[in-house]
């Protein structure tokens, strides 16, 4: 029996040239001219001010929670529908996590949020960062949710790791809150095999994370670490292959909405009308499809809140 793979990476058909240029340029470490054209693709196709490759999605938000300041003991809301990749670098830190149920779209619900606010104030409890995951390239409602943040002064991150490619009122997701990330982990709409990205709105920003990303080794002439950095950056080899998928993106995009309407139209008839689907408009947005089934069945009722 043939196996159907769940998600798996299609090369575009430049890859072969443009990993030829890196080592033929000699610049495989993760610096060069590669790794900046493909720093560049993504914030032209993005609207993003700034760009930074790493070498995971989960290295992007472990940098974006840094800089905005999450330190021990501090809190960060994250959905409890999300994985595991989402969580876990607050907890490199040493903050503490606190989740809040999602709604209707599977993303994190502004009602709860609200809630979980509210109860933190209250309580003394120092909410630093709202995580917003949009799941599976379906946007979170993005209004109501920056509404209630910028109400309570808290700092958003973006975990778009699977919406490169959706929209959300003709903006693309991972630029609206004060950190966007991406990932190109190989089962994403586009891939480097493995990888990530930092959009961020300010060049101080960027400058701050990269030191960080390149085991934050202090302007001096010898080996000197005044802070503890990492090793996060994305190779210039790897950045030739995101240079090629980024070319074939809005492709990409066509043939997997072309593939939900297969599904809508096969299914007609069949008592699943009530489905929602992803990547089509709706929520103020427009999904990119992503890896997981293009149509799913209503969600039941969510946990309650724990928050009064």
């Known amino acids: 029996m ?26 495989i470490a993760p610096v060069g001219k590669m790794l900046d054209a493909f720093e560049q693709s993504v914030c032209d196709y993005t609207g993003a001010k700034y760009a930074l490759a790493t070498n995971s999605g989960t290295a992007a938000i472990h940098l974006g929670l840094r800089l905005l300041g999450v330190g021990k003991g501090d809190y960060v809301i994250c959905p409890t529908l999300t994985f595991i990749a989402t969580a876990n670098p607050a907890l ?54 920056l509404a209630i943040t910028q109400k309570y002064g808290v700092a958003v991150l973006e975990d778009a790791a699977e919406a490169l490619g959706s929209t959300y009122e003709g903006k693309a997701l991972g ?25 961020l709105p300010t060049a101080e920003m960027r400058e701050k994370a990269l030191f960080w990303a390149t085991q934050a080794k202090d302007s001096a002439p010898h080996y000197q670490h005044s802070e503890i950095g990492y090793n996060y950056r994305l190779s210039n080899v790897l950045a030739g292959i995101g240079v090629a998928q980024m070319q074939v993106l809005p492709t990409r995009l066509q043939q997997k909405r072309a593939i939900f309407e297969k599904w809508v139209e096969g ?42």
């Open 2 to 27: 043939k196996q159907i793979l769940l998600s798996p990476p299609h090369l575009a058909g430049n890859e072969n040239e443009y990993i030829q240029q890196v080592l033929d340029s000699n610049w």
């Open 92 to 145: 490199y830190l040493g903050a503490n996590l606190i989740f809040v149920d999602c709604d209707e779209t599977g993303n994190i619900s502004p009602a709860y949020l609200e809630k979980a606010l509210a109860y933190c104030a209250q309580t003394g409890k120092q909410v630093k960062v709202v995580i917003i995951v949009h799941l599976y390239g379906q946007n979170a409602q993005i209004s109501e949710l």
């Open 175 to 199: 630029t609206f809150g004060d950190v966007g990330v991406l990932s190109f982990n190989g089962n994403k709409i586009i891939t480097t095999s493995g990888g990530g990205m930092l959009l």
């Open 267 to 308: 299914l007609k008839g069949r008592g699943v009308e009530g489905w929602r689907g992803r990547g089509v408009e709706g929520l103020k947005g427009k999904g990119n499809i992503s890896f997981l089934n293009p149509m799913m069945p209503p969600l039941p009722p969510f946990y309650s809140s724990p928050f009064p």
